[in-house]
Each structure stands twice: as structure tokens, then as C-alpha cells.
């Protein structure tokens, strides 16, 4: 304790160039900290937000702007796609669940996002109050969303044209609020989820022309600002079936049931005009063989021959693909991009690639941080050396009132290493206080750090072990001090 005591008063000696090291190695840690932490909530708020998606298929474009539109939420959407090419897809033996989605529209910058009621499942998100939305123009909203516009049950509010908190507004269309979600910790919260109806009603090009619809309600009752709506609304009832039916109905998604006598699938079963040669290609494809090209683009050919009734000129503008074998990963993905006018993109791939395009920025920021500590370990060295020049009678001093070499020796070392450890300490603290005061995306909320990370704690070793190198030294020549010779000098008289 005798000399630690004494260390640190010797460094308090002198408070500023203690002070400017102590702030050195404080930012060059602070920076390899903030890296940790971003590179740890991106890896966790990616795994999140991917909820065991396989494949998201989409209009033609980039397939990262693919994944970053339709799975995290974070920019625009490449187009549109057939809903009946779609939802042929979601009907292939090698898919276990489709989930369209439908964006276009949103509410004071939160994506208003039409799905169906497998989309939240996919994120096992529950309700916190009220209910799920089932009909035309009825949201589910997440939490964040309720937080942060005030929005709840009942509330009644249209939205805007694009991903801008201001445009081209809707307000001959209102919703209305019927449940707010859980906190779920990932994009959801972010949210506002509605049938893939809703958005096809307000996007009907001739929806007055073509469609009859009672409207009780008055455009000039709207707050404009907040786009929130007081007056009574109906929902836009309509004489048209397609717009009432729940939004679990949208699109084919196949489920499995479990019966006496195992698994069965409830959907996709072959059809009863479906010829011999056919029935046996599904069986192949289900049981995970290896197809040619030509068969493939055959057994797509046959599935968006299914019946249907009318010309459906309907668009989504992805779909979320969940696989039944690791066939899937396979077959499906090549036979889309080549065979069809839409792009399939796997999310665990393309943000891959996305984070080894970042790797160089982190790369470059890591080089930079352990170039500012191995400065300020150059700047401990002259601090202990200059201190050790000037205060060599001090040494002698120490060493004639019974202080060994050995205690002379450490006396320096811990001067090192308290300088590296507070440096240390003052560098986490440091990058806590930036990564609370950075934006918050919505795929990738920022909170605090629950404890140390694991790179924390490996960086405190080099920290300790760059202060103990910068001083040894130091230490080693006042080890060496020849006491008599040093308290006979003029200058030490």
C-alpha cells in the first residue's frame, strides 16, 4: 500500500502531463469500445430481424436494397411484383410459409406495412392490449410507434405517400388503431402492420370510378398535422368481397398439422386433374431431389396455371420465404433470378456481404484507435522518464530511508499501469456516454450496455500490459540509481 500510495502522488505531482496521458489512452480505448459495441448490436439486431427467413423474392434491382427494404425496413423498395407469380411460388413443395408484404405508405415516418398475420408471428411478437387487425384499414401498431406519436386504441389516423414524415396524404383513407404490440426489441417496433388489403384499397388507381363506397366522414375534421382523425368513420365498407376478407387470406401459406399419424402438410396436395408425370415431379421436388433446369421451369409453369377468378392485377412488394428442406437454398433461388421477371435474395447472405463492406471502415477505425494508444504508451514513457530524471534524488532519497531497489522498481511499474488502467476505465466510460448519445435506427435500437464485453476485458490486459512495457524502462534505471553517487552531485547538494 506504502507504494502505490507514493506512486500516485508522484503522478499527482505533476497533474498535466499526467492529465494529457491519462486522456491519450482514454480516447484511443474509447474508440476500440464504441467499435465493440456497434459491431455486437448490429450482429444481434440482424439475427432479431431475419426471425428464420430464408429467401425474400422481389421486384428486379439490387438485392441488398431487397433485403434492407423488405426485412429491416431501411430504404426503398426495388418495385412491385405480381401477386399471382407470388403467390405460384408460395405454392412450391420446397416452401413452408410465405408472407407477402405490401409497403408504399406511411404515418409520420413509420412504415405502414401490409401482411398478414403471419409477419408478426414470424417475430413471435404478442399483443400488449387490444387486438390484432383482421379487416380492411384496421392496424396493429408496434410499441415504438404508440410511443412515440401517441397513438392507441381507437385512434384513427391516414397516411402519407413514401417514407417522409411529410407528402402526397391520404386522408379519404383512415385507419383505425385495434391493438398495440409488446416491446420486441427489433424492427416490429417500428411498424404499423395492416392487411395487404388496406394498402391495395388506397392504392386503387379508379378506386371512385369503379367501386360504390359510403364514406360518413368529413376530410375537414382531420388534424392535418398530426394526421390523426376524430370524426366517425365506417372503414370504407364497400360492396366488394376481396376488400373484408381477413388479411390471413391474402396469400397461400403453407402450414403444417400435426395428426395421429405424423406431420401432414394442409396445403399444396396434388390436384385431381394433375397428370402422372406431374405428381411424380412434386414428389421429387418434396423429397428434396435434385431437378434439371427445364423441370423446374415446367413445374412453375403448371402452378401459376392454377385457376383463379379473373385477370388478378394485384401487386405486393415482397414475399418472405420460409424453406422445408435445405433443398430450398439450393433450388429455389437460382431457379427465380433465372426463370422468372423477379429477384430472389437470401438475407443471411447479402447482409454478410454488407457487414464486409463495413469490416473496411471498422478495420480503418481500429487501426487508427491502437495507433493513438501506442501513442499515448510513448507519451506514459517520457511522462515516467522525465519524472525519473528530474526526481532521481527523490529515488535515492526513497532508497536511503530503506526503500529496496525491488520497491523502487514497482514504484514505477504501478505508475505505468495506473495511468493505462485509469486511461482504461475513462475510455469505457467515455464510449457509453457517445454510443447513448447516437441516433437510434429502428432496425437497430440503441441501449446500453449491460456489463463488459468480453473485447473490454481483453483490451484492459493490453492496456495494463502497454503501461508496464512504457515504464519498465524507466523503472529498470532508477532499479540501477547508484544512491551515493546521485545525493554527492551539486545539483542534488
Known amino acids: 500500500m506504502f507504494i502505490l500510495r507514493l506512486a500516485f502522488r508522484r503522478l499527482l505531482a505533476r497533474p498535466g502531463s499526467t492529465l494529457i496521458s491519462l486522456l491519450l489512452f482514454a480516447i484511443g480505448v474509447s474508440i476500440i469500445s464504441l467499435l465493440l459495441m456497434a459491431d455486437r448490436q448490429m450482429k444481434l439486431s440482424v439475427e432479431r430481424n431475419l426471425a428464420g427467413i430464408d429467401l425474400v423474392v422481389g421486384a428486379k434491382g439490387s438485392p441488398l436494397q431487397l433485403i434492407l427494404s423488405s426485412v429491416l425496413h431501411a430504404d426503398y423498395p426495388t418495385g412491385n411484383i405480381p401477386l399471382s407469380q407470388a403467390e405460384a411460388l408460395a405454392r412450391h413443395p420446397l416452401v413452408e410459409k410465405s408472407v407477402p408484404l405490401a409497403l408504399g405508405d406511411s404515418y409520420r415516418g413509420f412504415r405502414i406495412v401490409g401482411t398478414t398475420i403471419d409477419y408478426p408471428q414470424m417475430y413471435n411478437v404478442s399483443l400488449q392490449r387490444g387486438e390484432w387487425y383482421s379487416h380492411v384499414l384496421e392496424a396493429t401498431i408496434g410499441w415504438q410507434v404508440a410511443r412515440l406519436t401517441g397513438l392507441d386504441l ?54 371512385h370510378d369503379h367501386h360504390d363506397c359510403e364514406h360518413d366522414h368529413d376530410h375537414h375534421d382531420c388534424d392535418h398535422d398530426h394526421h390523426d382523425c376524430d370524426h ?102 437460382r431457379m427465380i433470378n433465372e426463370t422468372t421477371s423477379m ?3 437470401s438475407p443471411a447472405l447479402e447482409l454478410n456481404r454488407l457487414f464486409r463492406l463495413l469490416a473496411f471502415g471498422f478495420d480503418t477505425l481500429r487501426i487508427i484507435a491502437w495507433a493513438i494508444i501506442l501513442v499515448s504508451g510513448l507519451n506514459i514513457f517520457m511522462l515516467l522518464w522525465n519524472m ?70 481483453w483490451l484492459l490486459l493490453w492496456a495494463l500490459a502497454t503501461g508496464l512495457v512504457a515504464s519498465l524502462l524507466p523503472a529498470w534505471k532508477a532499479y540501477r540509481t547508484d544512491v551515493h553517487f546521485t545525493l554527492t552531485q551539486p545539483e542534488n547538494a
Request: proline share 5%.
Open 388 to 457: 525519473l530524471r528530474r526526481g532521481l534524488a527523490e529515488v535515492a532519497l526513497i532508497r536511503v530511508l530503506g526503500g529496496s531497489s525491488p520497491t523502487v522498481f514497482a514504484m514505477l511499474l504501478l505508475q505505468g499501469a495506473i495511468i493505462a488502467a485509469g486511461g482504461w476505465i475513462l475510455g469505457v466510460v467515455m464510449a457509453r456516454a457517445i454510443w447513448l448519445m447516437l441516433p437510434s435506427f429502428h432496425f437497430m435500437p440503441v441501449s446500453a450496455a449491460a456489463g463488459l464485453l468480453q473485447g473490454e476485458v
Open 232 to 333: 366517425d368513420h365506417a372503414h370504407h365498407d364497400c360492396d366488394h368481397d376481396h376488400d373484408h376478407h381477413p388479411a390471413s387470406h391474402s396469400t397461400a401459406s403453407v402450414q403444417r398439422e400435426k395428426s395421429a399419424g405424423g406431420d401432414q402438410l394442409s396445403e399444396n396436395p396434388p390436384s385431381a386433374g394433375e397428370d402422372a408425370a406431374m405428381q411424380q415431379l412434386r414428389k421429387r421436388i418434396e423429397a428434396g431431389e435434385e431437378v434439371t433446369r427445364e423441370e423446374m421451369e415446367l413445374f412453375l409453369a403448371y402452378q401459376s396455371q392454377a385457376p383463379s377468378a379473373g385477370h388478378d392485377t394485384r401487386e405486393i412488394t415482397a414475399m418472405l420465404l420460409k424453406f422445408r428442406s435445405p433443398a430450398g437454398h439450393v433450388q429455389l433461388p
Open 343 to 345: 429477384q430472389a435474395a
Open 154 to 207: 381507437g385512434s384513427r389516423f391516414y397516411g402519407v405517400h413514401g417514407f417522409q414524415e411529410t407528402g402526397h396524404a391520404h386522408p379519404e383513407f383512415v385507419y383505425t388503431v385495434t391493438g398495440v404490440m409488446e416491446p420486441a426489441g427489433n424492427v416490429i417496433d417500428y411498424l404499423i402492420l395492416t392487411p395487404v388489403e388496406s394498402v391495395w384499397k388506397v392504392h386503387e388507381t379508379h378506386h
